[in-house]
């Protein structure tokens, strides 16, 4: 399996612009995160699915984000509109469903708005 | 809640030199731990984890954490540091359910040669 895919790796996109971050799991986890990594408040939860479905979205910053699982193996995260303080880099993280396990991390979406 | 303190933002250490991260959590059950390495522009690779059992926990790339239950704290050791292990570290908590993690906020070591 290739691990936790992640594109694009890099957008850069202007002020007020729709973003969707893309993400496809490994195949068979059913649990997928969505993280951001900001300077200020390091790595956050900002949503996680379990079989598809959200099962806590508290992180998510305000209602410009949301985030989709239309089937197991694609998920998206979408900012609209997109404001300069939303920049940071947006991790996805796939895991089985036993706690005992580890996540596998996708290598991350760097958002630049400008 | 959960949450993890990681009290050293920065760390520098010479190559040979031997290593330890603090990490501090607080959980209200017996928790899941997590050490994570980011490299620059790279994603976050597991280093070692501690579910139960020997609170000796060894890692991958020589890296190790002891859990102490009465400290709360799960610190991460090496006995001697290489130029390659500069990165960003992260201890995180988990939850039973699927591991939803909860992060430190890093500390970023930087080895001197």
């Known amino acids: 399996d290739a691990g936790v895919i992640q594109s694009p790796r890099h957008e850069v996109t202007e002020m007020g612009q729709e973003v969707t971050l893309r993400c496809k799991p490994i195949s068979g986890h059913d649990y997928l995160f969505w993280y951001r990594q900001t300077m200020m408040r390091g790595l956050e939860l900002l949503i996680y699915f379990n079989n598809n479905v959200p099962i806590d979205d508290s992180g998510m910053p305000e209602d410009r984000f949301s985030a989709k699982m239309p089937n197991a193996s694609f998920s998206t995260l979408k900012i609209q509109p997109s404001e300069p303080r939303d920049s940071a880099v947006y991790f996805c993280a796939s895991s089985l469903s036993s706690g005992e396990d580890k996540a596998f991390f996708g290598q991350g979406t760097r958002l630049t708005v400008v | 809640a959960q949450s993890v303190t990681q009290p050293d933002i920065h760390i520098t250490v010479s190559e040979g030199a031997s290593l330890e991260l603090r990490c501090n959590y607080s959980y209200g059950a017996t928790p899941y731990l997590f050490w994570y390495v980011q490299s620059p522009g790279q994603g976050l690779q597991l280093l070692l984890k501690?579910?139960?059992?020997?609170?000796l926990v060894q890692g991958i790339k020589g890296f190790e954490a002891e859990f102490k239950r009465s400290q709360s704290s799960f610190n991460l050791r090496k006995p001697s540091v290489h130029w390659s292990d500069a990165a960003e570290y992260f201890c995180a908590v988990g939850a039973l359910e699927g591991n939803k993690l909860t992060f430190g906020t890093g500390t970023q070591l930087k080895v001197e040669l």
């Open positions: 501690y579910f139960s059992g020997d609170t």
